[in-house]
């Protein structure tokens, strides 16, 4: 078994099929606007043409890149060229001005690595058991685990916990715009029907991150840093990024095996893996103040649960048929349309191809290797075009991704309106993260809210009825009273007159 294994994964087809899905997952999400999903969605066109092996080992390859590769975006222009890169855009940004732009994506790529590697590890190993635990999710165990997500958000934030708030209801009421998921009834859409289906996140993203940037350029004018006079060398890059992943074995270790156990849970995926890990990674630090702010831990963390979390939305997707995310739903559609069944079945009906999957997972991480390095040569030498020329460029890669979203206009306005809201919320000092948070999760809290409150009738006490959901109900509301208690300290803390001095 295991030969016939090794067989079907070295194959000149599926060697070939790997190495071209990485370079092609490289440009697609290191495109702000372009997300893993997207690359996905236009590959499955070509897998028409593929037998089952190559088919999904493209897909998990253009996935594994793509996902490192929204780094790219993140630490050169603040524009995250994937939701899941956003958790840590402002520690790879800060560094990348500071001149260690080449440094924090060789940390990102090789962490990347480290992580899908530890995760298809895990998913190798206990497969059933996770995906076992993880479809045994109900409403209440999602809300609950949306719940904790945006509490991540709080801890994330690099403001104080009043403006960590504010911004999470920024995010939130952005989330809300559309139908209501209970009534049906249109909210703030203000007669306009492209507002129904509510605010897409990329356009959304694209208008905090990349517009707010560049509206801060214009309004700096000549006083905005050239990045031409500080691009560190590769040699110096590469070694120092050895050096200090070599220095992070706990935050990896920690990060992958997290970012695999959350990326297991249907619905979770590689971006709420991500924000967890970098929130956990935050609290156990020696140095949590660096979070948000350029440290290189955060970025181990973010980088390593980012992949780990893409091996392990395979679980559910494998084992019941369950899609971990929207990524394997298409590739669930692609092993349907091969006449393969995911399941348990599939175990003993195909364990070639599980098999094959496994390694192929394990071989575009490795390949990743060098096309992520090819990648990162090249992105680099953006930094040498001047501000006032590259300014205007971003401004107009930000408007055509987002119209190429929807095709629709709203998308442009959505990018410039909320591109003044990012403006004016880091002139007041409110961070940027948990507004993204707020977005990508308000949605889902939402919903199963209102499928758990119909459940139970308005039964307030069923949220704890559960053992999961009652561990993971009691944790959120723990952590919520904390961060109140904390913000109304911080508040009346500077209210304290201050001691007048004795004569």
Not at 196 to 204: E, K
Not at 316 to 321: H, Q, R, S, W, Y
Not at 389 to 397: E, K, N, R, S, W
Request: glycine share 10%; aromatic share 10%.
């Amino acid at each position: 078994m295991a030969l016939e294994t090794l067989a079907a994964v070295f194959t000149v087809e599926n060697l070939t099929v790997i190495f071209l899905a990485t370079l092609y997952g490289s440009f697609v999400g290191a495109m702000p606007g372009l997300t893993a999903t997207m690359a996905v969605a236009l590959l499955v066109p070509f897998t028409f043409f593929m037998d089952p092996i190559p088919a999904v080992s493209a897909i998990i390859a253009t996935t594994t890149t793509a996902i490192f590769a929204g780094d790219i975006a993140g630490a050169l222009l603040r524009m995250p060229g994937t939701p899941a890169s956003a958790a840590y855009v402002d520690d790879s940004f800060t560094l990348a001005r500071q001149g260690a732009a080449r440094r924090v994506l060789f940390i990102s790529l090789i962490t990347a690595t480290i992580g899908g590697i530890v995760g298809v590890l895990i998913l190798m190993a206990s497969a059933p058991q996770l995906a076992r635990f993880a479809v045994g999710f109900s409403f209440f165990e999602k809300f609950w685990l949306a719940a904790l997500g945006l509490t991540c958000a709080i801890f994330a934030g690099t403001g104080s916990v009043a403006k960590n708030f504010a911004s999470l209801f920024i995010g939130l009421f952005i989330a809300s715009i559309g139908i209501d998921v209970a009534a049906g009834h249109p909210r703030f859409t203000f007669g306009n029907v492209e507002l129904l289906d509510g605010v897409s996140f990329i356009p959304a993203m694209i208008g905090l991150f990349a517009m707010s940037e560049v509206l801060r350029n214009a309004r700096a004018g000549n006083v905005a840093r050239d990045f031409s006079m500080v691009l560190d060398r590769v040699g110096e890059a590469l070694g120092s990024a050895w050096r200090t992943i070599l220095g992070l074995p706990r935050v990896i270790a920690q990060s992958s095996i997290l970012g695999t156990l959350i990326g297991a849970l249907p619905g979770a995926g590689a971006d709420v893996a991500a924000w967890i890990a970098y929130t956990v990674a935050k609290k156990s630090s020696k140095r949590p103040q660096e979070y948000g702010k350029g440290s290189v831990e955060g970025i181990a963390a973010g980088g390593s649960a980012n992949n780990a979390g893409v091996a392990g939305a395979w679980t559910p997707a494998l084992v019941f048929g369950i899609p971990g995310d929207s990524v394997t739903a298409i590739a669930i559609g692609v092993l349907l349309m091969k006449g393969l069944t995911p399941g348990p079945q599939i175990f003993t009906n195909d364990p070639t191809l599980v098999g094959a999957l496994f390694g192929s997972f394990l071989v575009a991480n490795v390949v990743m290797l060098f096309t992520g390095s090819l990648a990162i040569l090249l992105a680099t030498l953006i930094l040498k075009v001047p501000r006032t020329v590259l300014m205007p460029l971003v401004l107009l890669a930000s408007l055509v991704g987002a119209y190429a979203i929807s095709g629709s206009p709203m998308a442009i306005w959505i990018v410039l309106v909320l591109g003044i809201v990012g403006f004016f919320m880091e002139e007041n000092g409110i961070p940027m993260a948990p507004a993204i948070l707020g977005i990508v999760l308000g949605s889902v809290l939402e919903s199963n809210f209102m499928m758990s409150m119909m459940r139970a009738q308005g039964d307030l006490m069923m949220f704890f009825d559960r053992p999961v959901s009652m561990v993971l109900g009691v944790l959120t509301v723990t952590l919520w009273a904390f961060l109140i208690v904390r913000a109304l300290y911080q508040l009346a803390r500077p209210a304290r007159p201050a001691t007048a001095p004795q004569p």
